[in-house]
């Protein structure tokens, strides 16, 4: 969100922060210095998000939310008033409140659909029925991608939508590698380690063309947040294999330029995803991505011309598309211009905050009719 508000801002359009309170200190104290060193105004307020584990209904805790976010309104709407506002942007299907205070003081309502909370997330709306009435009260609802539009106008959504593909800066991921030593693959995953990631998957293909194959030029990079049982399992497996030497279990970093210069083979192996920012920060940094065909992952991938798709769950396939991509390098030299020319077209912040702007300004002007 803040990479879209500096573009934005430089569009001479004046971007205000409201963000739900909760959370580390660490997190929330580096925002804090980010947002001031870029000048915006902003505010933290104890509101929260409308949903909750699908498995079990949890009617305190909705009722609960439902007072923190009924009470942070007021905070809201004095806020608003303050900055004298045109229009609210929700930028997460979870929050409610926006949607709320748009209605109360007035202002169009752009609603942005980042999430498939369901299949991703396991969770489901506290107010299915309110979410319908606010999303056919929205000035506009842009999605993601077309597998979210789709997810949504089926469910709830039966405003006017539109697909905007997540913004990406250029010059961070856009990379030019040296040539390639063929003594040696990196193969790089990123990701929050859980199980709707799929990192499990990458590890036993891995392992495959270790053990089956007889090919220990390769090497697995694992880089994310994990804490989980799912994140221990998986430790416990590539100690207990005897794979430590080939695979690593990385910290979350937030750059991973230097990560992305060494690798040269991408894996996305999410059951889900929404978009598919790592696809495409995958494109730009020239390495092969090999993708499940699920979710958004499939949208952004043109199999065979921008990287590969295996079938999601499929060890053995994902195993082949590896090797495939490793006995065939010299001629993956296309599959890489073809992909970074295609995220580059397609997904930078500047592409994604023009369309956006336009939005806001026809919200705007319609509201004023």
């Given amino acids: 969100m803040l990479d879209l508000a500096n573009v934005l801002s430089n569009r001479n359009v004046n971007v205000f922060f409201l963000f739900p309170s909760r959370g580390g200190d660490t997190g929330k104290q580096a925002l804090r210095l980010e947002l001031n060193k870029k000048g ?33 309104l007021k905070q809201m709407e004095a806020y608003a008033d303050k900055w004298k506002i045109d229009l609210v942007h929700t930028n997460s299907i979870v929050l409610l409140v926006g949607a709320m205070l748009a209605k ?13 909370i369901e299949e991703a997330f396991n969770l489901q709306f506290d107010h ?8 056919n009260r ?12 789709e997810q949504y106008q089926k469910e709830i959504c039966k405003t006017s939508s539109c697909v905007i593909y997540n913004g990406i800066d250029m010059e961070r991921y856009k990379i030019s590698k040296k040539e390639k030593d063929c003594n040696r693959f990196n193969i790089l995953m990123c990701g929050r380690i859980d199980e709707n990631k799929g990192q499990k998957q990458a590890v036993h293909a891995v392992e495959k063309i270790i053990k089956e194959e007889n090919y220990k030029k390769i090497h697995l990079k694992i880089v994310g947040e ?13 100690k207990e294999q005897g794979l430590e030497t080939y695979i690593d279990i990385l910290p979350f970093q937030s750059d991973l330029k230097e990560l992305r210069k060494e690798s040269d083979i991408s894996l996305v192996c999410s059951k889900s995803e929404a978009f598919g920012r790592v696809t495409v920060e995958g494109m730009l940094g020239r390495d092969i991505v090999i993708g499940a065909r699920t979710s958004g992952t499939m949208e952004l991938i043109q199999d065979g011309i921008t990287g590969y798709l295996y079938e ?8 082949n598309k590896i090797l495939q991509v490793i ?15 295609y995220a580059v077209q397609n997904f930078s912040n500047q592409m994604s905050a023009h369309k956006i702007l336009r939005i806001y300004q026809q919200a705007i002007r319609n509201h004023k009719k």
Avoid at 226 to 238: H, I, S, T
Avoid at 312 to 319: A, M, P, V
């Fill in 138 to 149: 929205a000035s506009k609802v842009i999605c993601v991608s077309n597998y979210i539009k």
């Fill in 128 to 135: 299915k029925l309110l979410y319908q009435i606010y999303f």
């Fill in 226 to 238: 994990g804490n989980g049982r799912y994140f221990l399992d998986l430790k416990k497996y590539v």
């Fill in 40 to 72: 915006y105004k902003f505010a933290f307020l104890p509101y929260t998000e409308s949903v909750h584990n699908k498995n079990k209904k949890d009617y305190q805790g909705i009722l609960f939310r439902d007072y923190q976010n009924k009470k942070a």
């Fill in 312 to 319: 999601y769950g499929n060890i053995e396939d994902l195993k």
């Fill in 104 to 116: 109360r003081i007035h202002k169009p309502h752009i609603w942005h659909i980042r999430e498939q």
């Fill in 327 to 341: 006995f065939t390098w010299e001629l993956q030299g296309k599959v890489m211009d073809h992909a970074q020319k």
